[in-house]
């Protein structure tokens, strides 16, 4: 990994550190409850460890990491609350963005860019760079706005979105029947058919919450079996 710098788009290197662990989170690369080693990535990164708690105090902010007394910083699991409001955000901020699109937008290349590439992961059913895919084809969808602060907002809630993912055992079943049905958003877009393609996403992500919401619920449930005294 190459080391950060200060002065990467006129950020400090605190802000560059947090968007390099930030992108770990939308990557897949760390997971929901993991444990954040203070040694193992500032040594990763290439930073102190000042820099980087520097970086997980802008990350508890919003929301993305925990902190536990004596215990140290953990990835943060999402509520079931968040997953609905992030949810909620993206079909408000997704549908829209698609609904007023203009097919010539680079946005849309960017789109037919990350469609391929899940394509091309899926053949190979490396399914963690298929999820990658699909969040890089949604931030295209936002991209469509032309809104750099909708865009700033949307890699913040990419990170937390992907923490939801990580809750499903399965990635195949999460990422595998998206990547035709971003196709067909992609293809409705460039028939110039935007309120289809909106309409489309819309359907798209009332199931994808669905199916996030369901895993939510057996991963509570597999965690309170665990708690339980006596329970093997």
């Known amino acids: 990994m190459t080391k950060p710098s200060a002065g990467e788009s006129g950020r400090t290197l605190g802000e560059t550190v947090t968007s390099r662990v930030r992108r770990m ?4 690369e760390l ?24 970086a997980f105090r802008s990350l508890a902010h919003e929301g993305l990491v925990t902190h536990h007394p004596n215990r140290g910083v953990f990835v943060t ?14 079909r408000f901020i997704e549908c829209r963005a698609l609904a007023e699109a203009w097919p010539g937008h680079p946005g849309v290349r960017a789109m037919r860019t990350a469609v391929e590439s899940g394509l091309t992961h899926r053949e190979a059913q490396d399914w963690n760079a298929v999820g990658t895919a699909n969040m890089t084809f949604h ?19 990419a990170a937390e979105l992907r923490l939801a993912f990580g809750l499903i055992a399965d990635p195949e079943m999460l990422h595998g029947p998206y990547v035709a049905m971003n196709q067909r958003v992609l293809e409705a877009l460039e028939a110039e058919q935007a309120q289809e393609a909106s309409q489309l996403l819309e359907h798209y992500l009332v199931q994808s919450e669905r199916i996030v919401l369901a895993a939510y619920t057996r991963y509570e449930a597999g965690a309170n079996i665990a708690s339980t005294p006596g329970m093997d």
Do not use: C, K
């Not at 989170?25 to 897949?28: A, S």
């Open 77 to 90: 699991t999402p509520s079931m609350a968040s997953i609905v409001d992030i949810y909620r955000l993206r």
């Open 25 to 28: 989170l939308v990557e897949g």
């Open 139 to 157: 931030a295209a969808i936002v991209s469509l706005a032309d809104s750099e602060r909708l865009n700033v907002f949307f890699r913040r809630l």
């Open 31 to 54: 997971v929901p409850g993991q444990r954040l080693s203070e040694a193992g990535l500032s040594e990763q990164l290439g930073v102190s460890r000042n820099t980087l708690r520097e």
